[in-house]
Each structure stands twice: as C-alpha cells, then as structure tokens.
C-alpha cells in the first residue's frame, strides 16, 4: 500500500507538539515520559502525555490521552492522519517507543489509514497503523 502523504513540516510540527507536552507526563513510577501528538483530517493537532497512577493499571498512554482530548474538544467525527510519539528515559531523551498494543488499537479505532511516526531500536521510523497492527478489531 502506498504510504498516505505527511510532509516533513507536518512531521517536525507533530514530533514537536509531542515533545513539548511530554514535559506534563505524570510518570513517577516508570520515570518513562512520553507525548503524543495526532493529526486530524481537518489539520488540527492534538496533545497528550501519560499519566500513571498508584494503581498502575489505572495508567493511561499518552497516545490515547491525545486521542481522547481530541474527542472530548470536538467529538468523535475525527479521522486521525497521523500520530508522532516521542518518550525519555530518566536521564535520557529520545528514546525508542513504539505505541503499545492497547494504543494500536486505539488510533486504529478512529485512523485505520495512519501513519504513525516514532523512535525504533535503529532510530526514527514511520509506519502505517495497519502494520503496527495487523486485522486490528473493528465493529463497523
Ligand atoms: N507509555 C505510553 O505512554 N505510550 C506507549 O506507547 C508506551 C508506554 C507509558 C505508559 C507508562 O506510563 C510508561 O510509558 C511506562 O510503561
């Protein structure tokens, strides 16, 4: 399949979005900080970091925090074009972080033609949802 077309200035506005909303994460447990940025059909960006909890279960990605801020602002008529991600360590910034399982399903929910922009084991990487996510669940 072709991969849909971001621009790298779009890319760079994402990665940056998602950099700058990384510094709220409330992660004092994993010390793993990450943001999120998605970007919709319609060209607005949305933001969002994790938040843990004592109750670690109750932990929420940054990538569905940004994907549900998006929904609670304007509704769930949202196409997701793209998502960037971008995590630091304790002392390291930029590390590796692909979107975990529950989030792939998430931004397949409301993006089954995203692509999605992170840091791999070799460095930076795009991939489109459906190959993060292959037969992702559906309903409709
Ligand atoms: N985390 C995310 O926010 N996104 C991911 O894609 C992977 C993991 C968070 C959850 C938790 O707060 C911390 O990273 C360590 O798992």
Same mark, same amino acid.
């Given at each position: 399949m072709q991969k849909p077309k971001v621009s790298s200035a779009t890319r760079e506005r994402l990665l940056r979005s998602a950099r700058k909303v990384m510094k709220n994460a409330y992660a004092p447990f994993s010390h793993f900080k990450v943001g999120a940025a998605i970007l919709t059909s319609k060209g607005q960006v949305f933001a969002g970091c994790n938040v843990e909890n004592s109750s670690y279960g109750m932990t929420n990605c940054a990538?569905?925090? #940004? /994907?549900?801020? #998006? /929904? #609670?602002?304007?509704?769930?008529?949202?196409? /997701?074009r793209a998502v960037a991600v971008v995590a630091a360590g304790e002392k390291d910034h930029g590390v590796p972080c692909a979107p975990c399982g529950a989030c792939r399903q998430v931004i397949y929910e409301f993006g089954p033609r995203a692509v999605v922009f992170y840091k791999g084991a070799k460095g930076p990487k795009q991939s489109l949802i459906t190959d993060l996510l292959p037969e992702g669940f559906r309903l409709k």
């Open positions: 990538e569905r925090t #940004a /994907i549900f801020s #998006a /929904i #609670a602002k304007d509704g769930p008529e949202l196409e /997701i």
